[in-house]
């Protein structure tokens, strides 16, 4: 069965850097590509942007342009999003998913990551 | 900062019906492929409708999508205890900044 595995909680200082990988099972990983989604508490689903398995062609989300980089290492089929800059609004769940064009069809269990002084 | 517009919440009671209707523009929804997904308290959203009414192998014919124009509408008839959760539309925003767009998400409630 498809499964996505995400890592750990992170508390990260503002101005710091933190990086949250999403190990992929139950497909071959270069089938698909990878979207990164975010969810601030209380609020609603933010997708932050995408990376192909296939070829590593990324679209990132205008916002965050700059600040983020997604990659992917298909030996391991783990895609990996790393956010610079970290501010207190950078407070959130980051869920990967499974990219199915038209569709997320399959989410990883989300990782906290906390900006915090 | 939503592109795609929701109710916030909606309820019934038990064995009743509600829908969800999603609303955006031409470079969204009238133009693309809309889903629904379901987010219990807690935990990852998980896709319940794709390609504006199709259902992923599990998901119960209680769950249906339909879309019209740049509208679309996720109904859910014979409501549970258990349909208790936030609901979001999705759809791809073919604008200058495109990519993956979510609606504002609407809270389900089972009275």
């Known amino acids: 069965q498809v499964q996505l595995v995400q890592s750990g909680a992170e508390v990260k200082k503002p101005g710091a850097s933190v990086k949250v990988s999403c190990k992929a099972s139950?497909?071959?990983?270069?089938?698909?590509?990878i979207s990164w989604v975010r969810q601030a508490p209380g609020q609603g689903l933010e997708w932050m942007g995408w990376?192909?398995?296939?070829?590593?062609?990324?679209n990132y989300a205008q916002k965050l342009q700059g600040r983020v980089t997604m990659t992917t290492d298909t030996s391991t089929s783990t895609a990996y999003m790393e956010l610079r800059s970290l501010r207190s609004d950078d407070t959130a769940v980051y869920y990967c998913?499974?990219?199915?064009?038209?569709?997320?069809?399959?989410w990883g269990q989300g990782t906290l990551v906390t900006v915090s002084s | 900062q939503s592109v795609l517009t929701q109710p916030p919440s909606v309820s019934a009671a038990p064995g009743q019906k509600v829908t969800i209707s999603c609303s955006g523009s031409?470079?969204?929804?009238?133009?693309?492929?809309v889903s629904w997904y379901q987010q219990l308290p807690g935990t990852a959203p998980k896709l319940l409708i794709y390609?504006?009414?199709k259902r992923p192998s599990g998901i119960p014919d209680r769950f249906s999508g339909s879309k019209s124009g740049t509208s679309a509408t996720l109904g859910i008839t014979g409501l549970q205890t258990g349909d208790e959760a936030d609901y979001y539309c999705?759809?791809?925003?073919?604008?200058?900044?495109?990519?993956?767009?979510f609606g504002t998400g609407t809270k389900v409630t089972v009275l």
């Open positions: 998913a499974r990219d199915a064009n038209t569709a997320l069809d399959y």
């Open positions: 139950g497909y071959t990983f270069t089938s698909y590509g």
């Open positions: 990376i192909s398995a296939y070829n590593g062609n990324t």
């Open positions: 031409s470079s969204n929804i009238g133009n693309n492929y």
């Open positions: 390609d504006n009414n």
């Open positions: 999705g759809t791809w925003d073919s604008s200058l900044s495109a990519g993956h767009v």
